[in-house]
């Protein structure tokens, strides 16, 4: 049973869809589906043996991502049972990555810095990388589908005009919808926004659990700047938002105070995606249970470092 928690080629089942038009998704192929008390069906990831793959990110102090790091320096638990890692490797395979990006009229003045941000976080991008873009303001629409050409991505941001309400959550499940499409088992999405939800058909809670039960990183920009926010309470909705969606992903959550601190966030969200670890292992007590079982890793160097990891995986039952 081969796990990948976060890079199976499977993200939901069946899932009912809204008809595109109602919801200003330019691709017929893809739009939001349907709020449904259905179970969500919850990806099978069993093929030939009883191996989990736990991807793993390391920055250091200074949030820069830490290469060279060997096999012997990684600690594993499974459920709190120490495991054993019998495959490593470090990946800089190509990526499939959907763009986030909040166009909102709570951006205005914030509009140009993000897109600096985007320019520097295509600009690190593998050749063979593919991405698109989803904006939203009260609602999600894929205005860029899947492309090689960042140029397509820089020149739709370039003339776009922020306005309207906040649909995030609507826009990060129109994404995770898009990525069912994507050519590459490696699969990530960056958020930009600056602020919670305040227009989604869909909830925090139903968001995370399909987060947690999909096959992809979230990494967030949240623009916090007290200044220019309605409220203070805005500002911490919106983090804990963000903050939960990376965090149930294995990704990672930047709070970003100044918006001259944007564009370099975005580069180094850039190479972390480059510079990632795989842990394998054979669980010691394997459990064909369905159910969640929790991962953690550590470092052991004795400098102050970060370690980013999908924080468990949903066992089968077979």
Known sequence: MAVMPHRAPTLFGALCLFACGALGVDDPRVSIPIRSRTPIARPDFRTESDLVLIPVSVTDARNHAVAGLEREAFRLFEDQREQTVVQFAREDAPLSVGIVFDLSGSMTGKLQKSREAMHQFLRFANPEDEFFLVEFRNRARLTVPFTTDIAEIQDRLFNAEPKGKTALLDAVCLAMETLKHAR??????????????????????????????????????????????????????????????????????????????LPVVAARISLELRNQYVLGYRPNNPRYDGKYHHVQVSVVDDRHLTVSWRPGYYGTTW
């Open 184 to 261: 590459y088992s490696r699969r990530a999405l960056l958020i930009l926004s600056d602020g919670g939800d305040n227009d989604s058909r869909y909830s925090e809670t139903e968001m995370r659990d399909r987060v947690r039960e999909s096959d992809l990183w979230i990494y967030a920009m949240g623009i916090y700047d007290r200044l220019m926010a309605d409220s203070p309470r805005e500002i911490t909705h919106g983090q804990k938002l963000l903050e939960g969606l990376a965090e149930e992903s294995g990704g990672r959550h930047f709070a970003v105070t100044s918006l001259v601190d």
